[in-house]
Nanobody, 123 residues
């Protein structure tokens, strides 16, 4: 089984930064592509960013491109989401996810999900 635990969420003012971490269990972590999704109240869970198993390919939603950076450290079984220039519209619960399929934006390809961490951007 793969277990994912997010951390690093919190309250930040507009224009500020946060770094989210997702720690994964399992010997095959390095074989999984990883993604970050977010869900605001009353809205669908939406794709934020994804990274291939090797870290060689990354993908971003247009709404966060240039502001957010996804990375991974397979030796630590951890994926990160560095969020800069945060906006109030970034407020949401952020979830990390793992997939044995090809890296992508579709929620349906992800096999494992974390419990989420709240990010609130004020002002």
């Amino acid at each position: 089984q793969v277990q994912l635990v997010e951390s690093g969420g919190g309250l930040v003012q507009a224009g500020g930064s946060l770094r989210l971490s997702c720690a994964a269990s399992g010997r095959t972590f390095s074989s999984y592509a990883m993604g970050w999704f977010r869900q605001a109240p009353g809205k669908e869970r939406e794709f934020v960013a994804a990274i291939s198993w090797s870290g060689g390919s990354t993908y971003y939603a247009s709404s966060v491109k240039g502001r957010f950076t996804i990375s991974r450290d397979n030796a630590k079984n951890t994926v990160y989401l560095q969020m800069n220039s945060l906006k109030p519209e970034d407020t949401a619960v952020y979830y990390c996810a793992a997939t044995a399929h090809s890296t992508g934006w579709d929620r349906s390809i992800y096999d494992y999900w974390g419990q989420g961490t709240q990010v609130t951007v004020s002002s």
